[in-house]
């Protein structure tokens, strides 16, 4: 990969760091508000964000040198954003608020460790253009979410760390961004009916405490 290519790779998931927000912006409508209407809002969201899909896929505005970050297969076809949104979504409606928001931001900090550190030191290929390298600084980084969120269910996070880990490096042709949340939240949702877990210890302090900045968490 040239230096350019590189550049473009680092930026692009640089860029998705922006779905932090839209993660702290639901958490935020839900304990102001509650589930129907965080949920009404991210959806509100996930419909705007189609709308501009539809004009740069339709129409193929001119875009500033800095969006221009797409890979080749998402010039033509709806980027990962729209997966993520769309998965945000399924994964709150369907499982445990702290399994769902940890499956999220293991999917975005994991993704990031496992593309930043198999483009500069990866070798080893295991499937495609994904590296032995890559595929442990991911599951490394998923371990370290879900410490950080769900410190006292390992059971429940180390599943779910190496499920994310292993549907990354074999997802080809679907996209990451649907099917790491979907299959991480619903090991999580599995193990916490299998453990009976209140899933009462949540989230972490270190985690809470960035929380509390935004909203009375607790």
Known sequence: MNQKSLRKEILRKLFHLMEVPVLIGYTIARNYFNERIATLLITVLFLLLLEIEYVRLEYHPKLPEIFNVLRYREQNNVTGTIFFIAATIIVFAAFDYPIAVSALVLTVFGDLAAALIGIKFGSTFLYKDKTLEGTLAGFTMNCLIGYLFLPAYPMIFLPMAFVASLVELLTGKLDDNL???????????????????????????VVGSILNLFVNFH
């Open 179 to 205: 099917t790491v949340p979907l299959f991480s939240a619903f090991t999580g949702q599995i193990m916490v009916y299998l453990l009976h877990a209140p899933l009462t210890t949540f989230p972490g302090p």
